[in-house]
T-cell receptor, first 109, second 112 residues
Framework: RKEVEQDPGPFNVPEGATVAFNCTYSNSASQSFFWYRQDCRKEPKLLMSVYSSGNEDGRFTAQLNRASQYISLLIRDSKLSDSATYLCVVPRNNNDMRFGAGTRLTVKP | EPEVTQTPSHQVTQMGQEVILRCVPISNHLYFYWYRQILGQKVEFLVSFYNNEISEKSEIFDDQFSVERPDGSNFTLKIRSTKLEDSAMYFC??????????FGPGTRLTVT
């Protein structure tokens, strides 16, 4: 299994839809997990941190399943501005933040 | 909000030349990183730096690459003898606690 693996998509959804992405990881010792968002030709920006079972921030919910070693990102009521690539990050240790390949989302009117 | 800055925003160089990419991390951060993203591909980890030394490096970060923190503010990535396949966006990131990374806007390197 790759260290961090994501479904590359693309996910094409209509405005208002609910969409979910998964990210699987191989290192069972990982303690912290992150979702970043990257717009085209821009730098990644932190969207959510996931330290325990999960957390919610407005329309975004991140969940962690340690037994199956995956994290998920759920976006409710998707907006046009949610169109981006969503990157999963699972640090190997304190000094090594490895990114998944990213899942591309396009929200259409 | 404090930001990571990178210069130049775009660097064009000829194959075989050396380039230095510069980054100014957020001032109270202790962990520094360089990443590379070839157009259309994933963000790839190159190296992390803590306490004035390399703490981790990937298989990409070979002898062609080096990093330095020459003073209290700058963090540089040197690429020697550039190759066509080094053309990519290079992102610098810094972190206060090695968990949340703040990324700079990137330097686009074009090797011709």
């Amino acid at each position: 299994r790759k260290e961090v693996e994501q479904d590359p998509g693309p996910f094409n959804v209509p405005e208002g839809a609910t969409v979910a992405f998964n990210c699987t990881y191989s290192n069972s010792a990982s303690q912290s997990f992150f979702w970043y968002r990257q717009d085209c030709r821009k730098e990644p920006k932190l969207l959510m941190s996931v330290y325990s079972s999960g957390n919610e921030d407005g329309r975004f919910t991140a969940q962690l399943n340690r037994a199956s070693q995956y994290i998920s990102l759920l976006i409710r009521d998707s907006k046009l501005s949610d169109s981006a690539t969503y990157l999963c990050v699972v640090p190997r240790n304190n000094n090594d933040m490895r990114f998944g390949a990213g899942t591309r989302l396009t929200v259409k009117p | 909000e404090p930001e990571v800055t990178q210069t130049p925003s775009h660097q064009v160089t000829q194959m075989g030349q050396e380039v230095i990419l510069r980054c100014v991390p957020i001032s109270n951060h202790l962990y520094f990183y360089w990443y590379r993203q070839i157009l259309g591909q994933k963000v790839e980890f190159l190296v992390s730096f803590y306490n004035n030394e390399i703490s981790e490096k990937s298989e990409i970060f070979d002898d062609q690459f080096s990093v330095e923190r020459p003073d209290g503010s700058n963090f540089t990535l040197k690429i020697r003898s550039t190759k066509l396949e080094d053309s990519a966006m290079y992102f610098c990131a810094s972190s206060e606690d090695s968990r949340r990374g703040y990324f700079g806007p990137g330097t686009r390197l074009t090797v011709t």
